[in-house]
């Protein structure tokens, strides 16, 4: 119940002239321009959505569009109800809107491509449907009479799209603010090298600052995005150095990496994210060369292929 709570507390933080956003447990970003107002992303549930909504009305600020950068139900659990209850059009990211469309596709890539169990099917995993008016691409985009900047940022998710907007950019979760990477321990990812590029795509950006899908707004976010690749790094190379000489199954992987970084998995929700992020580095560690594998006993073993440290 106080996580509820805490989830449900929602801020408007002033950035510049057209930027805000809702500061929450999931951050959402608003953007004011003429008589147009842009949410990125909706929240995780309609009771988000609607305090959110109470904000909005209370400014007496317009509500027109809603952008969601992923499918991530965190993200964008609140978007059925605000379809619902108001006139919007929602823009998405090309694959994140076939998901959004069936969301279930997420909880099934989680379960290896099976369909879930139920204990997955929860608003954490698996919000309601969204349908997607508009398909933004990479550059710029113009909706309407609003133009903006889509930066693909893939690894956490497929194809996932932040937003620039008046210089401000609204990054999602291409990077997690430091408070929150640690939470994670390992921040969730499906691709562990387009991870590291989307965190080094993000340094090159200039702009005024950025609101993370975590985290607080950085006028500088530099420091935070390098904690993230030192994270990504550790823990690549933890998984290199588990291996040296060593063949392991990946549930043997994800049992040591865990323990090692202080992660305890007690649900099919933790054991199915850090499973699929475990399974990013490894795969990473193939297509490198840097991991090679061998079937004893039916059992698929990996080992690390060369010496210790790779970058
Ligand atoms: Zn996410």
Known sequence: ??????????????????????????????????????????????????????????????????????????HYGGAAYLQEKYKVTTIAPPFEEAILTYPQIHTMLLNSGNDSNKELQNKFLQGQAVKVDKICNEGINTIDDITFTALHFPGHSHFQMGLLFDNI????????????????????IVDAEQTMETLNKLLEI????????HGEFENDFSSSVQENILKHEEVYQTILLLLKQRYKGLEEILSS???????????????????????????????????????????????????????
């Open 1 to 74: 119940m106080k996580e509820e709570e805490k989830v449900i507390k929602m801020e408007l933080i002033k950035i510049t002239d057209c930027c805000y956003y809702f500061k929450g447990a999931v951050n959402i970003g608003y953007i004011k321009y003429n008589n147009y107002g842009i949410l990125v992303d909706s929240g995780i549930d309609p009771s988000v959505a609607k305090k959110v909504m109470k904000i909005v009305q209370k400014k007496g600020i317009p509500f027109t569009h809603l952008f969601i950068t992923h499918a991530h139900a965190d």
């Open 257 to 311: 990496v865990c323990l090692k970084l202080n992660i305890t998995l007690n649900s099919y929700m933790s054991y199915s994210l850090y499973r699929t992020s475990i399974n990013a580095y490894v795969t990473k560690g193939i297509n490198r060369g840097d991991i090679s594998y061998h079937f004893e006993n039916n059992k698929l073993l990996f080992t690390n292929s060369k010496g210790l440290y790779y970058n």
């Open 206 to 213: 200039d702009c005024l600052g950025a609101v993370p899908g």
């Open 169 to 188: 950019l609204y990054a999602a979760d291409s990077y997690f603010g430091k408070d929150a990477l640690k939470k994670h321990g390992i921040p969730f």
